[in-house]
């Protein structure tokens, strides 16, 4: 269980580099129809390293990687409402995301 929620990890916190390339225009994505600053870019990158960081963390059993992914949930939602049109459906592994952390957490 724990390599298939380390698997979801990665591939949610690499579609936020989706949100970084239409930002500063790497490739041209027509999923996003928003808008979407330099500044918030830097953002999706963040948020990118934080699930990538999360996802060894929990692979190499750092009992840390709750709090890594609380982190990365809370930035992933939060860009995710900003480009909700596009974007709505990256709520669902956020929410298996958080209720793997804190069933680890609480366990």
Request: glycine share 4%; charged share 10%.
């Amino acid at each position: 269980m724990k390599v298939l929620i380390a698997i979801l990890i990665f591939i949610h916190g690499s579609i936020h580099l989706f949100g970084f390339a239409k930002a500063f225009k790497l490739t041209q994505i027509e999923q996003f129809s928003t808008h979407i600053s330099k500044l918030q870019g830097v953002f999706w990158f963040i948020t990118f390293l934080m699930f990538a960081y999360t996802g060894e963390a929990l692979l190499v059993e750092n009992a840390f990687w709750p709090w890594t992914a609380f982190t990365a949930v809370l930035l992933s939602t939060r860009l995710i409402f900003t480009v909700w049109k596009d974007a709505k459906y990256g709520v669902i592994p956020n929410v298996i995301i958080l209720l793997a952390a804190l069933f680890h957490y609480l366990s």
